[in-house]
């Protein structure tokens, strides 16, 4: 199969969720879905344009309908004998499901509806406003363990236990505990708890970009992406992977998922890595490192990245400046990677009658670059919010989607109204998609919110002085213990979650601990570092779940995708470690144009030496030595100023670190250049 054939293949099976909804369009079930779904969509576009309402609303509408969409989709259970057939027959849907929507519906707008009386009985809620607000708080965690798992619904549950049962605990974990009406107060009832600012994020602007990215993708720019970059990258040696990083980077650009990303450039990249010679493990490793990564590349960086601005209170734009460095140095070094593969495999390009034009690919797609720029110049030229940048973009898009249906009209010659009719249901299937999509976004923010709540009453106070005990005031154990929770952590809850979690409990900590060692961490920084940590679980071993989507297309074995997978993406993982010590990387404080440059090329370089100490290959296989010495290169690369210990902080450790990193790296390249060549061995697939 070609590339152009590839990309011609529709990844429609792809596109079924695994929430229990027939393929059948005429079946009631899916058109009682479409219809809420495109309401929903409805309601988010009319926010920032012609509807005025308060946010607290906004949030308990937002949730209403991701809770009236989940029950009647998603099955109680993916076992479908005995009690499970009951509960959620696959051929109709039953009325239990649907007292459970309707409940959780009314439950969630219970806040919207009586907020005035709530706001008066604030601190002493009626007997209604318990019962309501325990059902809201019941039916979420139901909610969301549908949809996302039972990871979340338990954790929230065990801190719920805590807060309950903590004046019974032993001496180093007791707390005062909360009342009943205290923790329905906090959790259902206010703006602290469920409807708090991850649900506010996720009703305000992370509905729109998600909603951005269904259209796109169902307009065809995912096909547009990954033909660009076949057109440019497919004939160079391991040209495939290469095509791959590229066009998952442009998805990244527009869906914020790795899952989805996957799925939408996989499908295509995936057959034709494995057709040059990629084993099946590498192939689909490749994918997921870089869909994974499509969550941290700007401007878009997926929900979390919204809800960092608003934990830190700067504007969507520093954090994408925060972001900008680490993103496009984490996606060249991938890749740089994908081409040592190459190399050490012996692979070649495509043959040219396998790659598509670059210049019929450009003209037949150019119209999706519209949306993509307009977004650019609303957030980083004209400064614009993120909800009025994409609430704009999607007007641009709508238009671009009309006139791309005229004009395969008029190529057909079948009239006007056929196109107009097309345009629209093409808008109205990517507003059902869009509204899929953000499903468990919203119920993974909402439930989160939980966890938040009852860490704000009090008990994180508590928690903090445990991990700190545990992390015995060492920054680098701190950092270490948030890693590696965070990757527990996101083995079972989606990025969004696991950084609402991590973020709540250890970024104070990371700023306070490394102030006590003359550490100046911005809150952003700690922020982003559990932002990323929350990332990588995407692809670790055993779970996964972007490393089992790329295997099902690729044929391989999940775990040993995931673990090659995360191999690639160690070169991710160490940047987070390097900006909590160089903030440099970060932008931050950081105004001349030149020096930012500067730092970038800077850690482009560390980036290359540490993937080729990972990889054992630089120019052709290392020897150990050589590795060793590409690890410390990397070191003084990503951060100079460590040398201000050794030499003392009067001098200019900067300039001597980087000196002496790429005086390192030159010089490992001038003893592999003086092997002969016979002497290297390809190292084994």
């Known amino acids: 199969m070609t590339a152009q054939q590839a990309t011609q293949a529709s990844p429609r099976e792809h596109e079924k969720q695994d929430t229990g909804i027939e393929p059948d369009p005429q079946s009631v079930r899916y058109k009682l879905f479409a219809i809420i779904a495109a309401a929903w969509a409805l309601f988010q576009l009319a926010l920032p344009s012609v509807l005025i309402l308060d946010s607290i609303k906004s949030r308990a509408v937002h949730l209403a309908f991701a809770m009236l969409l989940v029950f009647i989709s998603t099955p109680f259970t993916r076992i479908t004998k005995g009690i499970s057939a009951f509960l959620q027959p696959l051929n109709r849907l039953p009325v239990l499901h649907y007292l459970l929507s309707g409940i959780g519906c009314l439950a969630a707008l219970y806040l919207m509806l009586d907020w005035e009386g709530i706001a008066m009985r604030s601190g002493s809620p009626n007997g209604r406003?318990?019962?309501?607000?325990?059902?809201?708080?019941?039916?979420?965690?139901?909610?969301?363990?549908?949809?996302?798992?039972?990871?979340?619904?338990?954790?929230?549950?065990?801190?719920?236990?805590?807060?309950?049962?903590?004046?019974?605990?032993?001496?180093?974990?007791?707390?005062?505990?909360?009342?009943?009406?205290?923790?329905?107060?906090?959790?259902?009832?206010?703006?602290?708890?469920?409807?708090?600012?991850?649900?506010?994020?996720?009703?305000?602007?992370?509905?729109?970009?998600?909603?951005?990215?269904?259209?796109?993708?169902?307009a065809g720019a995912g096909r547009f992406f990954i033909d660009m970059a076949l057109s440019v990258l497919g004939r160079f040696r391991g040209g495939p992977a290469k095509a791959a990083v590229v066009s998952s980077g442009l998805m990244g650009l527009v869906s914020g998922s790795s899952i989805a990303n996957i799925v939408t450039t996989g499908t295509f990249t995936i057959p034709l890595m494995k057709k040059i010679g990629y084993p099946a493990k590498k192939a689909a490793a490749t994918e997921v490192a870089a869909s994974t990564d499509g969550q941290i590349m700007p401007p878009i960086m997926g929900a979390a990245a919204f809800i960092i601005a608003e934990y830190v209170n700067v504007a969507y734009i520093e954090v994408v400046k925060a972001a900008m460095i680490p993103a496009f140095v984490s996606y060249c070094a991938l890749f740089y990677i994908t081409h040592l593969e190459a190399c050490k495999l012996g692979l070649t390009g495509l043959a040219k009658s396998e790659v598509p034009s670059f210049r019929k690919t450009l003209a037949g797609g150019f119209h999706y670059l519209i949306p993509i720029g307009m977004l650019l110049m609303e957030l980083l030229v004209l400064r614009h919010s993120p909800e009025l940048a994409a609430f704009r973009t999607m007007m641009t898009l709508f238009a671009v989607i009309v006139y791309q249906e005229l004009r395969k009209s008029l190529g057909a010659k079948s009239g006007f109204a056929p196109a107009i009719r097309?345009?629209?249901?093409?808008?109205?299937?990517?507003?059902?998609?869009?509204?899929?999509?953000?499903?468990?976004?919203?119920?993974?923010?909402?439930?989160?919110?939980?966890?938040?709540?009852?860490?704000?009453?009090?008990?994180?106070?508590?928690?903090?002085?445990?991990?700190?005990?545990?992390?015995?005031?060492?920054?680098?154990?701190?950092?270490?213990?948030?890693?590696?929770?965070?990757?527990?952590?996101?083995?079972?809850?989606?990025?969004?979650?696991?950084?609402?979690?991590?973020?709540?409990?250890?970024?104070?900590?990371?700023?306070?601990?490394?102030?006590?060692?003359?550490?100046?961490?911005?809150?952003?920084?700690?922020?982003?570092?559990?932002?990323?940590?929350?990332?990588?679980?995407?692809?670790?071993?055993?779970?996964?779940?972007?490393?089992?989507?790329?295997?099902?297309?690729?044929?391989?074995?999940?775990?040993?995708?995931?673990?090659?997978?995360?191999?690639?993406?160690?070169?991710?993982?160490?940047?987070?470690?390097?900006?909590?010590?160089?903030?440099?990387l970060l932008l931050h404080e950081v105004d001349s144009v030149a020096y930012g440059l500067l730092v970038f090329v800077m850690a482009m370089a560390a980036a290359f030496a540490f993937t080729s100490a990972v990889q054992g290959w630089f120019f052709r296989s290392n020897r150990w030595y050589e590795s060793i010495a590409l690890l410390c290169a990397t070191l003084l690369l990503f951060n100079p100023r460590i040398l201000g210990h050794l030499l003392g902080r009067s001098l200019p450790t900067v300039t001597i670190g980087y000196v002496l990193g790429m005086g390192i790296l030159i010089g490992v390249y001038l003893m592999q250049k003086a092997v002969p060549a016979q002497t290297d061995q390809p190292a084994p697939a």
């Open 422 to 584: 097309q345009s629209a249901v093409t808008i109205m299937q990517g507003c059902i998609n869009g509204s899929r999509n953000m499903i468990p976004v919203a119920l993974a923010t909402a439930a989160a919110g939980i966890i938040v709540g009852i860490v704000n009453m009090g008990i994180g106070g508590m928690i903090t002085q445990i991990v700190e005990t545990l992390a015995m005031g060492n920054i680098f154990l701190l950092l270490l213990i948030t890693a590696v929770a965070s990757l527990v952590l996101g083995m079972g809850l989606p990025t969004t979650a696991t950084y609402i979690v991590m973020a709540s409990l250890t970024a104070p900590i990371i700023v306070q601990v490394g102030g006590v060692y003359g550490f100046v961490v911005p809150l952003i920084a700690a922020h982003l570092f559990c932002f990323y940590f929350g990332i990588l679980a995407d692809d670790t071993p055993p779970v996964g779940l972007a490393s089992y989507a790329a295997a099902a297309i690729a044929g391989s074995r999940p775990i040993p995708t995931g673990i090659q997978g995360f191999l690639y993406d160690l070169r991710t993982a160490i940047i987070p470690f390097m900006f909590i010590f160089n903030t440099d």
């Open 129 to 218: 406003d318990i019962v309501v607000g325990l059902t809201v708080f019941v039916l979420l965690l139901e909610a969301a363990r549908r949809v996302i798992g039972p990871a979340l619904s338990i954790i929230a549950l065990v801190f719920t236990a805590y807060a309950f049962l903590g004046p019974f605990m032993p001496p180093l974990l007791a707390f005062k505990g909360v009342s009943l009406t205290r923790f329905v107060t906090q959790i259902s009832l206010s703006s602290e708890g469920i409807y708090g600012i991850p649900l506010g994020v996720s009703a305000s602007i992370v509905y729109l970009f998600v909603l951005m990215g269904a259209l796109l993708e169902r």
